[in-house]
C-alpha cells in the first residue's frame, strides 16, 4: 500500500469509505460511525485548517520577498487576477449554456411546476420591492382560487426552513453593505484575529504581500535574519503538511464513511437517493463540473504551455483533486494543492506561494457554475422565465459572489441567495437543493483547486519560470 502513489491511496480510502457506509446502513451500524469513525475525518480537516492558514501568511511573504523588483509583483498580480477573472466568466457561462439546452427545472410535470408557480407568486405578493418578472400571473385566475387557498395554507403552516434562516440573514447583512464595504473587509485592523478565522483568510493574504513588499523596500542585509525565519517557518509547514498526509488515505476514509452515515443514518434505499437525489439538476451541475476539469483547463494548459500533455496534467494534480473531493474545502486543499503544482508541475515556490492562497480565496470556477446552475433550474422549477439581460446580471452577480465566498464547504450557498435576490426570485428557495448540495460541492471544490493550479501554470509559463515540469 505505501508504494502506490497518494492519489491512489486517497481513492482507496474514498472508496471504502463509501462501501463502508452503506454497508453499516444495512447493518444498522450508522450511530456507531458518527459517534467512532466520523471524528477523526474531523480531526483532518482541522489539521489542514490548523496548517493551511500559516501556510499562506508565510508562503505568500516568502514568495513576495523572493522576487528581485516590486514592479515584477505587479505583474504578477495583474495577470493572476484577470486570469481568475476570465477563468470565472467562462466557468458561469458554461453553466448558463447548459441550464438553458437541458432545462433540467422543466422536467417535471406541469402540477408541480403550477403549484410552484403560483407559490412564487404568493412569495411576491409578500414581499416588497419585488414583482413578478416576466408578467404572468395564474394567482389572479378564479379558475385557480381554490388551489390558491391551499398552497397558501401549506405555506403559512410550513414557515421558513430554519436551516434557511441563518443563510438568508447571513446573505441580508453582506446586501446591506456599502459599495467598498468589500474593499474595508480586505483590511485586517488585528492580524491575529485573522489568522483565527478561515473566513477572513482574504485579510491574512493583503497583510502578508503588504509584509513581504516592505522587506522588498529594507535592505537585504538589514532583513536577513526576518527572510531566514520566514524561509525556516515555511519548511516547517511544509513538512507538516508531509506528515499530515501520511495518514490521509485513514482519514479520507473515516470523513467520507461519517459524512455519508450522517446524511443517511439506517436507511440504506437513503443513501442511493442521496448521490440520485434532484437527478435532473445534479446531471446538468457534474456536466459542467466535468467539462471545465476534463476540457477546458487541461485543454488551456496544453495549448498555451508548451510541450504540457494533457493526461499528464490531469495526473499531476490527481492527489489534490481527491483531496478537493473529500474536503469540499479549497483552503483545507491548499497544502496539497500547492505541493502538486510544485513538484508535479514545475511552477516556482515564488509564483505558486503567490497565485494559489490568492485563488483559494477568490477564485471559486466550480462554486460560480453551480449558482448560474442553480439559480435557472430554480427559475424553470417555479416556471418563472428569465430574460437575457436578467441571465447576463446572473453571470456579473455570480462572478463576483464567487470572490467573496469563503473557502469552506456549502458557503455557495450563503452567497446564492444574493445572486437568487439579484434577479428578484426567492431565496428561500435554496432549501430546494440542500438534500444534494454536500456531493455536488465535493465535485466543485475539484474545480476550484483545479482551476488555481491552471492559473498558477498558466502565470509561470507567462514569466518564463515554468522548469522541472510534466513539459520535460
Known amino acids: 500500500m505505501k508504494s502506490l502513489p497518494i492519489h491512489v491511496r486517497i481513492l482507496v480510502g474514498l472508496l471504502l469509505g463509501i462501501i463502508w457506509a452503506v454497508l453499516s446502513s444495512f447493518l444498522g451500524w ?43 509583483l505587479g505583474r504578477m498580480g495583474i495577470k493572476t487576477l484577470v486570469l481568475y477573472i476570465i477563468t470565472t466568466l467562462i466557468s458561469v457561462s458554461v453553466g448558463l449554456i447548459l441550464v438553458n439546452l437541458y432545462e433540467p427545472g422543466e422536467r417535471v410535470s406541469e402540477e408541480q411546476r403550477i403549484d410552484n408557480r403560483i407559490s412564487y ?17 395564474l394567482i389572479c385566475d378564479s379558475d385557480n382560487s381554490d388551489r390558491v387557498a391551499k398552497i397558501r395554507r ?64 529594507i535592505p537585504r542585509e538589514k532583513v536577513n535574519g526576518v527572510i531566514d525565519f520566514v524561509h525556516g517557518a515555511n519548511l516547517v509547514f511544509l513538512k507538516m503538511v508531509e506528515i499530515v498526509m501520511k495518514g490521509a488515505p485513514f482519514f479520507v476514509f473515516a470523513l467520507l464513511a461519517g459524512v455519508i452515515s450522517e446524511m443517511a443514518g439506517d436507511d440504506p434505499f437513503k443513501v442511493l437517493e442521496i448521490f440520485k437525489a434532484l437527478a435532473q439538476y445534479s446531471v446538468v451541475l457534474v456536466v459542467g463540473l466535468a467539462f471545465m476539469i476534463f476540457g477546458f483547463y487541461p485543454v488551456i494548459i496544453h495549448l498555451a504551455v508548451k510541450g504540457m500533455n494533457y493526461m499528464s496534467f490531469l495526473k499531476s494534480m490527481g492527489a489534490a483533486q481527491l483531496l478537493a473531493f473529500t474536503t469540499s474545502s479549497s483552503v483545507a486543499t491548499l497544502p496539497m494543492t500547492m505541493e502538486c503544482v510544485k513538484k508535479n508541475l514545475g511552477v516556482p515556490e515564488e509564483t505558486a506561494n503567490f497565485v494559489l492562497p490568492i485563488g483559494a480565496t477568490i477564485n471559486m470556477d466550480g462554486t460560480s457554475l453551480y449558482q448560474a446552475v442553480a439559480v435557472v433550474f430554480l427559475a424553470q422549477f417555479h416556471m418563472v422565465d428569465l430574460t437575457l439581460t436578467q441571465q447576463i446580471t446572473i453571470v456579473i452577480t ?75
Open 30 to 72: 450508522s450511530q456507531f460511525n458518527i459517534d467512532w469513525i466520523k471524528p477523526f475525518g474531523t480531526i483532518f480537516i482541522n489539521l489542514l485548517k490548523l496548517i493551511a492558514v500559516p501556510l499562506v501568511l508565510f508562503s505568500i511573504i516568502e514568495g513576495v520577498s523572493s522576487l528581485t523588483e516590486v514592479s515584477r
Open 121 to 137: 407568486e404568493l412569495w411576491v405578493s409578500s414581499t416588497n420591492g419585488v414583482e413578478i418578472i416576466d408578467g404572468r400571473c
Open 154 to 217: 401549506t405555506e403559512n403552516e410550513k414557515g421558513i426552513d430554519p436551516s434557511v434562516q441563518d443563510k438568508l440573514q447571513n446573505a441580508e447583512a453582506t446586501k446591506e453593505q456599502g459599495p467598498l464595504q468589500s474593499l474595508v473587509d480586505m483590511i485586517p485592523s488585528n492580524i491575529f484575529v485573522s489568522l483565527n478565522d478561515n473566513g477572513l483568510m482574504l485579510q491574512v493574504i493583503v497583510f502578508a504581500i503588504f509584509f513581504g513588499v516592505t522587506l522588498l523596500m
Open 398 to 472: 455570480a462572478t463576483l459572489a464567487s470572490i467573496g465566498t469563503a473557502a469552506v464547504p456549502s458557503a455557495g450557498l450563503v452567497m446564492m441567495i444574493l445572486v437568487l435576490q439579484s434577479v428578484g426570485l426567492n431565496p428561500a428557495w435554496i432549501a430546494i437543493i440542500f438534500p444534494v448540495d454536500r456531493p455536488l460541492d465535493m465535485c466543485r471544490t475539484v474545480v476550484n483547486v483545479t482551476g488555481d493550479a491552471t492559473v498558477a501554470t498558466l502565470v509561470a509559463s507567462s514569466e518564463g519560470q515554468l522548469g522541472n515540469s510534466v513539459t520535460k
